[in-house]
Nanobody, 119 residues
Framework: QVQLVESGGGLVQPGDSLRLSCAAS????????MGWHRQAPGKERELVAA????????YYADSVKGRFTISGDNVKDTLFLQMNSLKPEDTAVYYC????????????WGQGARVTVSS
């Protein structure tokens, strides 16, 4: 069982930066694919970014390419999402998630961190 705890959400203005963190309960990065999803009000949850075990490959949704960066600290077992040039449409609850490499379904989820981008 892997427990994930997000932190770092908040209220920022358009153009600002914010970094989300996700602490895992055990050494997850060497065996699991990690990712960040988000769910905006009235919309379905979407995958924003993902990183393969040991950080060998990354994926970004088109809407965040060039602005968001996913990374992981294997020693501290922490996943990060650096968000730059934030836009109002980035407003959502952001969820950290993990799954077995190659699996379709995301198995482990954090409780979510709310990000609000507003002037």
């Amino acid at each position: 069982q892997v427990q994930l705890v997000e932190s770092g959400g908040g209220l920022v203005q358009p153009g600002d930066s914010l970094r989300l963190s996700c602490a895992a309960s055990r050494r997850a990065f060497s065996i699991l694919t990690m990712g960040w999803h988000r769910q905006a009000p009235g919309k379905e949850r979407e995958l924003v970014a993902a990183i393969s075990r040991n950080g060998g490959a990354t994926y970004y949704a088109d809407s965040v390419k060039g602005r968001f960066t996913i990374s992981g600290d294997n020693v501290k077992d922490t996943l990060f999402l650096q968000m730059n040039s934030l836009k109002p449409e980035d407003t959502a609850v952001y969820y950290c998630a993990a799954k077995q490499a190659g699996a379709n379904a995301w198995t482990y989820w954090g409780q979510g961190a709310r990000v609000t981008v507003s002037s």
